[in-house]
C-alpha cells in the first residue's frame, strides 16, 4: 500500500514549551521578510533575500527538526542586515510547490525531504564508464513527473561513447537531453538552465562535479559564505546546496551523497496529470484502470491520436515503473 508523502503539513508548528510570557519587544510577524534557502547546515541556514543580500538565519525552535530545506521560501524576523556575524530567525515556511525527499532506511519506509520548490531535474548519466542503466533513469522520471518537476537527461563523457542508442528508449517521452563531455561547449545545457532552479541527480563517478565546476566557475562562493556565516567548519557533504550560475544563469542545486530520491510515494495520478494532453482520455477509463489494459480510455485515444502513441508508451512504461519493487 502506498504511504503518504510527507508534505508541507507535516511541518507542525507545535505550541512553543515554553512559559515566559510574551514580552512587547518580541518580534512581530508580521513584518517578516521572505527569503529563499539556499543550504542549511544543522540548523543554520544560509537565505537569499529577494534584494540579493544573503543572510544567515536559524529556525525558530517551533518549526520542528527538518523543516526547513534548500529551496523553501521562508519568512524571516530579527537582523536581516546580512552583515558579518548577524543572524535572522526563519519563523514560517510557505507552503511548497514541490519537494524530493531521499530514502533513508534500507526498506524505503523512511524518508527525508532534501529539496523543495524545484523546476528541472538533471538526471545525469555517463555515456560509459560507468555504463548508464535506465533503471535508474526511468525512476528518476517518474518522481520528476510525480512532483511536477521538468526532467533533462544529461549524458557526460560524450568522448567516450555515442549514447544515442541509450537514449532512443527516451525519445517516446520527448525528454529534453544531452550529450557533453569535459571542456565541451555547455551553451544549449546552460541556456537551458538560465533562470531555473534545477537539482542535479546521479550516480558517484559520472561527473557531476566536473559539470558542476564548469558551470559555475569553479566558484564555490556559496559553500565558503555558508562556512562563514555559520562558523562551523566544512559544510556537510551530505546536504543539498544552491549554486549560483554567473551572471544570474540559473542554481544548480547539488545533492552530493544522494543517489536515488524516495520512490515509494509516488502517485500515479500526479506522475499521469504531467501528461496533461491524456487526461480527457485517462477520465473516460474505468474505475481504477491500470492504464494497461483493454478498456483503458488511452487505447481508443491512440487510435484516433496516432501521433502521441510514443507518449502514451511512454507513460505506461513509468507507471509500470512505479509499481514494481524497487532494486
Ligand atoms: N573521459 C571523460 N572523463 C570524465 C568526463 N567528465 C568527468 N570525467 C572523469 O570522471 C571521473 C568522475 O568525475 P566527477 O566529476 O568526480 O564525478 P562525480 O562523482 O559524479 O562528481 C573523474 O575522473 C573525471 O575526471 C568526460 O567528459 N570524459
Ligand atoms: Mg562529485
Ligand atoms: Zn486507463
Known amino acids: 500500500m502506498a504511504r503518504r508523502r510527507p508534505d508541507e503539513s507535516d511541518v507542525r508548528i507545535r505550541p512553543a514549551r515554553s512559559t515566559r510570557p510574551r514580552s512587547k519587544d518580541r518580534p512581530s510577524h508580521t513584518d517578516s521578510v521572505s527569503a ?18 544573503l543572510v544567515s538565519a536559524m529556525k525558530a525552535r517551533e518549526l520542528g527538526k527538518n523543516s526547513v530545506v534548500v529551496g523553501d521560501v ?24 514541490n519537494s524530493l525527499s531521499r530514502t533513508i532506511d534500507d ?24 555504463e548508464p542503466r535506465h533503471g535508474f533513469i526511468d525512476r528518476c522520471l517518474a518522481v520528476a513527473y510525480d512532483q511536477g518537476i521538468a526532467p533533462i537527461i544529461v549524458m557526460t563523457k560524450r568522448d567516450l561513447a555515442d549514447p544515442s542508442e541509450f537514449l532512443k528508449s527516451y525519445d517516446a517521452l520527448a ?23 534545477s ?10 562535479s566536473t559539470l558542476v565546476n564548469a558551470l559555475t566557475g569553479g566558484n564555490v562562493r556559496a559553500t565558503g559564505d555558508v562556512n562563514d ?18 551572471n544570474d544563469s540559473g542554481t544548480i542545486i547539488d ?4 543517489r536515488s530520491f524516495g520512490l515509494e510515494h509516488i502517485d500515479r495520478n500526479r506522475v499521469i496529470s504531467s501528461f496533461s494532453e491524456l487526461a480527457d482520455a485517462i477520465s ?15 487505447n481508443d485515444y491512440v487510435l484516433q491520436h496516432p501521433e502521441s502513441q510514443q507518449r502514451v508508451q511512454g507513460l505506461r512504461r513509468l507507471l509500470n515503473t512505479t509499481s514494481q519493487p524497487i532494486t
Open 284 to 298: 473516460s477509463c474505468p474505475k481504477n484502470c491500470s492504464h494497461d489494459e483493454e478498456k483503458c480510455g488511452l
Open 255 to 258: 545533492t552530493p551523497g544522494v
Open 74 to 97: 521562508v519568512n524571516l524576523v530579527g537582523d536581516v542586515s546580512g552583515q558579518p556575524g548577524s543572524l535572522a530567525r526563519i519563523v514560517m515556511v510557505q507552503p511548497r510547490r
Open 229 to 246: 556565516a555559520t562558523g562551523r567548519g566544512r559544510h556537510t557533504s551530505s546536504s543539498a546546496i544552491a549554486l549560483d550560475i554567473p
Open 199 to 208: 537539482v542535479l541527480i546521479g550516480h558517484s563517478g559520472v561527473g557531476k
Open 107 to 130: 526498506a524505503g519506509a523512511f524518508e527525508k525531504t532534501i529539496a523543495a520548490n524545484i523546476d528541472q531535474m538533471l538526471i545525469v548519466a555517463a555515456c560509459a564508464n560507468p
Open 175 to 197: 525528454v529534453t537531453n544531452f550529450a557533453i563531455q569535459r571542456d565541451g561547449d555547455l551553451s544549449a545545457l546552460q541556456s537551458i538552465l538560465a533562470g531555473k532552479d
Open 36 to 53: 529563499k534557502v539556499l543550504t542549511v547546515d544543522r540548523g543554520r541556514t544560509l537565505c537569499r533575500l529577494d534584494s540579493g543580500v
